[in-house]
């Protein structure tokens, strides 16, 4: 465990067991929402290297046109 990781549980556990449970749910909440991501992004490569094949395509083909900041 990192020391950044046991601070902030050395700091956790000075709160009430209320507040204790809610920062628990809260971080299992992101570790899986992060793990849902993962997997989510995993079995997007097809796709992601689909639409990268078509963007290169379209601008082979002259079909876009470059977007400086100020045209956002």
């Known amino acids: 465990m990192t020391a ?3 601070k ?3 700091e956790t556990k000075r709160l009430p067991e209320a ?3 809610r920062v628990a ?4 909440l992101e570790l899986e929402d992060e ?3 993962d997997e ?3 079995n997007s490569m097809d796709i992601l290297e689909q639409l990268v094949a078509e963007a290169q ?3 082979r083909q002259g ?3 470059l977007l400086t900041p100020d045209q956002l």
């Open 40 to 42: 989510q992004f995993a």
């Open 63 to 65: 079909r876009t046109k």
């Open 35 to 37: 793990k849902r991501w």
């Open 57 to 59: 395509l379209e601008s």
């Open 25 to 28: 749910e809260w971080l299992l």
């Open 8 to 10: 902030a549980f050395s």
């Open 4 to 6: 950044l990781l046991e």
């Open 19 to 21: 507040e204790q449970n």
